[in-house]
């Protein structure tokens, strides 16, 4: 049974560039959330899709945009990089209205 | 004010001993709790749920204070492989997980 996975595992752009992460849920999941993680900090909200809407948003700028496919899988897209943009992106899959988390291996974005 | 808070550490202790740390959080409409534990450039993987009243897991037991708004953490027989950092995490909807920093742990031979 394939967990959560994110592509790519890695990537450099240069500031002012966009970027577009992927994501496929575990099986049987229907809801995926993304967050970031700076370097020492823990992750970040960014927002959560169901039903392939966004379903909530943290304090991110609109710059940090997202979409979620009949498949369930997601994306996350980020415009105008800026160098403070460089962190691990996480996206985790769950079942709507279960507690639990299940976290992929994440996207390491840096910003040059 | 951060949503939850964690003492950074790190913690540096030796195989055998026992370490506990805390988590506090501000929204006292906080429902669901969790400890995660991540390892270095790893994704953050669910050790335990924290349960009102308390509960256990192997060497691991995770305790509830509502009344103070803090989670705890306790690692007994500490072991090399226990070296992490570990999250707490609280649910103030249904929607959104709200993460501390981490608290650093390493267990030394």
């Known amino acids: 049974d394939a967990g959560v996975t994110q592509s790519p595992t890695h990537l450099i752009k240069t500031r002012g560039q966009q970027v577009t992460l992927r994501c496929s849920p575990k099986s049987g999941h229907d809801t995926v959330s993304w967050y970031q993680q700076a370097l020492g900090q823990g992750p970040q909200f960014i927002f959560q899709y169901y039903e392939e809407e966004e379903r909530q948003r943290g304090n991110f700028p609109d710059r940090f945009s997202g979409h979620q496919f009949p498949n369930y899988s997601s994306e996350l897209n980020v415009n105008a990089l800026l160098l403070g943009d460089s962190a691990l992106y996480l996206c985790?899959?769950?079942?709507?209205?279960?507690?639990?988390?299940?976290f992929g291996a994440g996207s390491r974005l840096t910003v040059l | 004010r951060k949503e939850v808070e964690q003492d950074p550490g790190p913690f540096n202790v030796p195989e055998g001993a026992t370490v506990a740390f805390n988590c506090t959080y501000s929204n006292s409409a906080s429902q669901s709790f969790f400890w995660y534990r991540q390892d270095c450039r790893k994704e953050p993987k669910l050790l335990m749920s924290v349960y009102s009243s308390g509960n256990e897991d192997g060497r691991f037991t995770a305790q509830l204070n509502r009344a103070s708004q803090y989670i705890s953490l306790l690692i007994r027989d500490s072991k090399l492989s226990d070296s992490a950092t570990y999250l707490c995490a609280a649910r103030s909807n249904d929607y959104k997980l709200s993460f501390g920093a981490g608290t650093t742990v390493t267990v030394r031979a």
């Open positions: 985790a899959s769950s079942i709507s209205g279960a507690n639990v988390l299940t």
